[in-house]
């Protein structure tokens, strides 16, 4: 918890200091209503680095929710997130959300649903059955 809150005050330092107030906006422990509604709204998913990402199920939901994810080279994103859109450095992930932002397109859009799609709970069943009947 205490790693949470270093990191809290670090986001907070670093918005004040590229002086981005106005741009960026973090929510915090926020209704599963709240996150749907901002998802839907937004282009760009950043997936922080965080130290022991096990899947990054969050970066799935964005995806199903329409956002195009941008997410550190590590753990179970790496299953998650096409390669072209993971990152290994700060500067690395600035530049992809940037990009992102400037190349939107419905196209990308569609693919990241799909992306997500592999994930659903339906899916999961399915292959789960599946696998059972063999």
């Not at 990191?7 to 906006?25: S, Y």
């Not at 760009?44 to 965080?50: A, D, E, S, W």
């Not at 199920?57 to 080279?73: H, K, L, N, Y």
């Given at each position: 918890?205490?790693?949470?809150?270093?990191?809290?005050?670090?986001?907070?330092?670093?918005?004040?200091?590229?002086?981005?107030?106005?741009?960026?906006?973090?929510?915090?422990?926020?209704?599963?209503?709240?996150?749907?509604?901002?998802?839907?709204?937004?282009?760009?998913?950043?997936?922080?680095?965080?130290?022991?990402?096990?899947?990054?199920?969050?970066a799935?939901?964005?995806?199903?929710?329409?956002?195009?994810?941008?997410?550190?080279?590590?753990?179970?994103?790496?299953?998650?997130?096409?390669?072209?859109?993971r990152?290994?450095?700060?500067?690395?992930?600035?530049?992809?959300?940037?990009?992102?932002?400037?190349?939107w397109?419905?196209?990308?859009?569609?693919?990241?649903?799909?992306?997500?799609?592999?994930?659903?709970?339906?899916?999961?069943?399915?292959?789960?059955?599946?696998?059972?009947?063999?």
């Amino acid at each position: 918890a205490h790693h949470e809150f270093s990191t809290l005050r670090l986001l907070k330092e670093c918005i004040q200091k590229l002086k981005v107030e106005q741009k960026v906006k973090l929510l915090i422990n926020v209704s599963r209503e709240v996150q749907r509604q901002v998802l839907q709204h937004s282009k760009v998913y950043l997936h922080p680095l965080v130290k022991h990402e096990a899947f990054g199920i969050s970066a799935v939901e964005a995806m199903a929710a329409g956002c195009i994810p941008v997410a550190p080279d590590v753990g179970g994103l790496k299953e998650v997130v096409p390669r072209n859109l993971r990152y290994s450095s700060i500067e690395e992930a600035a530049s992809l959300v940037t990009q992102e932002v400037e190349n939107w397109c419905i196209k990308k859009v569609r693919n990241s649903v799909n992306l997500a799609e592999r994930f659903s709970q339906t899916r999961f069943r399915e292959e789960f059955l599946r696998i059972m009947k063999l």
